[in-house]
């Protein structure tokens, strides 16, 4: 039976349109460096030839605000392009793509005693000016202190929520309607939980899905799934994304799993091996790891992030949660809620546990001083 999906509304990016009944759209995002146009343009290409209705790029700088203009030259791909925490070069970018992405955790950072309102603005000019979509991007790991500090500290999924409402309030305020929203977690049933508190809240606004920083395949897919496979058979969800940390050469596979995903949505196929696979995951050891982006210091991160999980193997009955970070900027607070949290700059690899920094290694030092931190963990189990 076809599944009745949520009736939000259409929300058109470049040739595709999001909600509105459309067909559920597969995204996915560069990691390439932004300025490496070449190499940005060929994984844009290689995305959209495996089926991703929307590609993602992220810009952090003026350089790579310079850079899209001449991606955009090079592909009629539908380009969204993520602000990271520079809401200022949301005119420098909109010219180029399709889609803006703000993190409404991440509009604080800079000019903090102006008040988000006036950022947005900022955005949503430069967005209808040039023809753009915006998806409010939430984040669990990322969401802006302020809001936090309103709810109880075990509760995560409250603020993400509420921001997300606010800030769909303010655009319908000043009528701006051409936008989506995501509720990231690296928890499926966070997501879960997450997305169907919205889609009640808000049944009208198309839900981008994906389980944030999911991690390597297969258990990456199987994460996705556990979150993505409920809420669309729901009829939740508009688009979605399946993170994996993979290198480049296999960026491809994330696009393969979201269409593969939808294919068992509507096959009705899901059930019982996602159930076992849930069951499995909650109990033993967890690796979170971020998909890279534009960001990610030092590409050993990903060879590291797979060797990290050779080494934990002998860990997996443990209930224990290792988060492995590609950058500087956003390891440390994505790492919050891991019991070890490991972040990579171009030399460096930086460890903690819990909230408290324990230094940082060389690339080769890094596994066995992970590994002491596993086994005084496992002492205490
Ligand atoms: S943690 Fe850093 S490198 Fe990884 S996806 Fe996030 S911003 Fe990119």
Known sequence: ?????????????????IGGGNPIVVQSMCATKTTDVEATVAQIEALAAAGAGVVRIAVDSRHDAEALAAIRERTRANLSVDLQENYRLAADVAPWVDKIRYNPGHLYHHESDRPWQEKVRLIVD??????????????????????REKFDPADSVGPMLVSALDHCGFLDLIGFRRYCVSLKDSDPAKVVDANRRFAQARPDVPLHLGVTEAGMPPEGILKTRMALGPL?????????????????????????????????????????????????????????????CSR????????????????????????????????????????DDADLGVWCGPGQVYLKRGGESLGAFSYEEILPRLREEIDRLIEKV
């Open 1 to 17: 039976m076809p599944i009745q999906r949520n009736p939000t509304r259409a929300v058109r990016v470049g040739s595709v349109t």
């Open 126 to 147: 430069a967005a209808a000016r040039h023809d753009c979509a915006i998806r409010v991007g939430i984040n669990c790991g990322s969401v802006d202190p302020a809001m």
């Open 296 to 335: 990610v210091e030092n590409e050993a991160f990903i060879d590291l992030a797979g060797r990290i999980r050779e080494m934990t193997r002998y860990a997996a009955a443990y209930p224990i949660t290792i988060a492995v970070m590609g950058c500087r900027v956003n390891g440390p607070g994505e790492t």
């Open 232 to 292: 669309l058979a729901e009829g939740i969800g508009d688009t979605l994304r399946v993170s994996l940390t993979v290198p480049n050469s296999r960026k491809h596979e994330e696009v393969e799993a979201g269409r593969q995903l939808l294919a068992d949505v509507a096959a009705g196929n899901l059930g019982d091996v996602d159930a076992m696979s849930a069951a499995s995951l909650k109990r033993g050891l967890n690796i979170i790891s971020c998909p890279s």
